[in-house]
């Protein structure tokens, strides 16, 4: 996975989202339709294409105190419409770490 | 142990409350992230995939019993329940919110600890080798200078707007554990023909993109004169360093460019201006810190006591004490090295019931004492020999056993793509997966001494160049690929690995570490010629021959 952060040109190949981290606690949201942030990846705004992307993106960096480092990132939409992560670093930030963690284990 | 004194604690707490106040002001939108980004990662706040990372620094890798309890609290109260021990002789912890940093900075405070220089362009964290003070043969504690030169770079102006971050790192025995070669200025600790104390001077190692092994820059640096000479190294670097690209900013690319000899005259210019100033330490400074350093009131104990003759007899105690148990300068003690390595375990990780425990554990064996080295390892520096078989068990219920130490399942891995923004791939599940194929501690003890050093992208925290065995994990048309090189290491004889072929996938990862050691195994000339040495003696070609071979 080459760094999003390393992320100049916006040029979306397919469905994506605008995701950060939310400033007070860090954890991964997902900017939503209503101008606002979510935890839940159901719950982001779709973008298609470069435009729709740029402007989402734009919204979503004005909004500096509720989240910080936004992104581009890609998702992928299931037959049933389900939203899924589109790379294997999305699904780690959406589902957590790939390996058990000390205090659970 | 070290006694902070007034100054520093009034620092610390007051870079607690300037904090406290700059997140208060980011959280109500006064501060943008633009603004905040410099003053948090002064703090060691990082942003990671998952939420912020919190750096601690543990000073030379020293840490009293009180300060591990409060590690542990922060890690209970403030993050998931464990921390993660770094090779740089720091803890991060991986979940910390920043509204609630404020509090978990001042909880550390109140026993001296703090995260200054743990991030940011400035003089980071000196670090030493853990076994500091305690190791037969060692010229003098390396602390007492390290810290000489933690006090005069804190801070300083000078130091904390460079054009990069900037490390040090400091041993005083013949076998280096503090990997000297791999900083940005090495200090070996030596005495002259006079029996003078000095050092001497490597400068310009690094790994990351363009890795480089140090060159020694000056033989001899009277000890007096090494913070001149420091500053005369970091004021040539300032005028040259490359401020404008982040890739070629480091020292050890103007050290390169420039020539270790060029460079090692312009620093001697330099030198020559300054060595006689303000900067030279007079006896009664270095005496006040050498003071500050207190050792145990050691007992005068046999060196083969009863217990330890008795516990012999038990394989497992054995097999523990080979790898984990190491020769003190005291007669009756060792330094025990405890593995964070556990099998299937994540490197480096401990929960904070295994650091209260330890912290109870080193109250009773070791003067209430606690070190962390760069291998993600800790130690208790100065047990007695009569106690080991009881401390072995008492570790050994904590999960604090593995006899690994130096073996292949003690593995050196960054965090990966399982918590860092910056990588390509990830480590720590490469790490487990090769833990549980060399669980057998017998196989393992058969292979001997057998470095692997895992990163999960090119800024190298694992150290991937200088493994016996180097994996560094890359990107190719968004899948996993990792390559593999041999015959790295980053001892006192540093040498950079060589790629032996193309990269391989995450699943191939495992299999292709096997059939290199069993390369090495058919392929070594006795039993005690070590993975390194065979590499050293047939290069890496065999090894090729043997992974691609059917690949
Ligand atoms: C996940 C959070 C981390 C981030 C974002 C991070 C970032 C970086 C970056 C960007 C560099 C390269 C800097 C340069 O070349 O100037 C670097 C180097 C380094 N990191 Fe990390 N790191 C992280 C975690 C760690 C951990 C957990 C360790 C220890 C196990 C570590 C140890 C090091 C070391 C030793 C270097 C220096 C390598 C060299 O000599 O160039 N880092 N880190
Ligand atoms: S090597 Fe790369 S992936 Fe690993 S911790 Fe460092 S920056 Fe992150």
Redesign the interface.
């Known amino acids: 996975m080459t760094s999003p952060l390393e992320q100049k040109k916006i040029r979306i190949a397919g469905p994506s989202v605008v995701t950060a981290n939310r400033t007070w606690d860090g954890i991964v949201v997902y900017r939503t339709a209503a101008k606002s942030w979510s935890a839940e990846l159901s719950e982001a705004a779709i973008v298609r294409n470069s435009d729709e992307a740029k402007a989402l993106l734009a919204e979503a960096v004005a909004d500096d105190v509720g989240a910080i480092g936004p992104y581009i990132a890609p998702v992928q939409i299931g037959d049933d419409g389900k939203v899924l992560p589109g790379n294997l670093r999305e699904q780690i930030r959406r589902t957590g770490v790939t390996i058990g963690q000390p205090a659970q284990v | 142990m070290y006694a902070y004194d007034e100054i520093d604690r009034t620092l610390v707490n007051e870079r607690v409350s300037e904090f406290r106040d700059q997140v208060k002001r980011?959280?109500?939108?006064e501060l943008?992230?633009d603004e905040f980004k410099i003053l948090r990662l002064q703090n060691g706040v990082y942003?990671?995939?998952?939420?912020?990372m919190f750096r601690v620094a543990i000073p030379y890798g020293t840490l009293a019993t009180n300060q591990m309890r409060a590690l542990a609290h922060v890690a209970r109260k403030y993050d998931?329940?464990?921390g993660h021990f770094t090779t740089r002789q720091n803890i991060q912890f991986n979940?910390?919110?920043?509204?609630e940093l404020p509090d978990a900075l001042e909880d550390l405070a109140k026993v001296g600890i703090h995260a200054m220089q743990t991030s940011g362009n400035n003089m980071r964290n000196v670090t030493s080798d853990q076994w500091a003070g305690v190791a037969p043969g060692e010229i003098e504690d390396p602390r007492i200078w390290s810290e000489l030169i933690r006090q005069h770079t804190t801070l300083h102006p000078e130091f904390s707007f460079l054009p990069r971050k900037f490390k040090i790192a400091i041993t005083a025995s013949d076998h280096d554990r503090a990997a000297i070669k791999i900083h940005d200025i090495g200090l070996r600790l030596i005495k002259n023909e006079k029996g003078e104390t000095g050092f001497e001077v490597l400068v310009g190692g690094g790994l990351g993109r363009t890795p480089f092994i140090a060159k020694t820059i000056k033989h001899f640096v009277h000890g007096r004169d090494i913070l001149s000479y420091i500053e005369a190294i970091l004021r040539v670097y300032n005028q040259y360093g490359r401020r404008d690209n982040i890739y070629k900013a480091r020292i050890k690319i103007l050290v390169h460019e420039l020539g270790i000899e060029k460079f090692s005259r312009e620093v001697e210019d330099e030198w020559q201006h300054i060595r006689n100033s303000s900067l030279q330490l007079d006896d009664e400074v270095i005496e006040d810190i050498r003071s500050r350093f207190t050792y145990p009131a050691y007992e005068k104990l046999p060196h083969m006591p009863d217990e330890l003759r008795q516990a012999a007899a038990d394989p497992d105690f054995e097999a523990w004490r080979k790898n984990s148990v190491a020769p003190h300068k005291v007669q009756g003690y060792s330094i025990v090295t405890i593995s964070l390595k556990p099998t299937?375990?994540?490197p480096g990780?401990?929960?904070?019931e295994q650091m209260d425990a330890l912290a109870d554990l080193a109250d009773k064996y070791s003067f209430g004492e606690i070190r962390v080295g760069h291998e993600q390892n800790l130690a208790l520096p100065h047990v007695a020999k009569r106690d080991l078989p009881a401390l072995w068990k008492a570790l050994d219920k904590l999960g604090l056993a593995t006899p690994n130490v130096n073996l292949i399942t003690d593995i050196i891995a960054c965090p990966g793509?399982?918590?860092c923004?910056?990588?390509?791939?990830?480590s720590?599940?490469i790490a487990?997966e090769l833990t549980r194929r060399f669980a057998n501690h017998e196989l393992a003890n058969l292979i001997g001494r057998l470095h692997i050093n895992i990163s999960g992208?090119i800024n190298a925290c694992g150290h991937h160049h200088v493994g016996h065995i180097g994996i560094l994990g890359v990107?190719k048309n968004?899948e996993?690929v990792y390559q593999i090189t041999i015959g790295g290491r980053a001892d006192e004889n540093a040498a950079l690995g060589t790629l032996i072929g193309p990269g391989v996938k995450f699943d191939e990862v495992a299999d292709v570490v096997e059939d290199i050691v069993e390369a090495y195994l058919a392929l070594r000339e006795r039993p005690e010629e070590l993975f390194m040495d065979t590499v050293k003696r047939l290069g890496v070609e065999p090894f090729k021959e043997r992974v691609y071979a059917t690949r």
């Not at chain 2, 990780?349 to 904070?352: G, H, L, N, S, V």
């Not at chain 2, 923004?421 to 990830?426: G, K, T």
Request: charged share 20%; proline share 5%; hydrophobic share 35%.
């Open positions: 980011r959280l109500s939108g943008t992230e942003l990671q995939l998952h939420a912020y998931r329940g464990y979940w910390i919110k920043l509204a299937g375990g994540p990780d401990a929960t904070a793509l399982d918590y923004s910056l990588a390509n791939a990830r720590i599940p487990q992208c990107e968004g996993e």
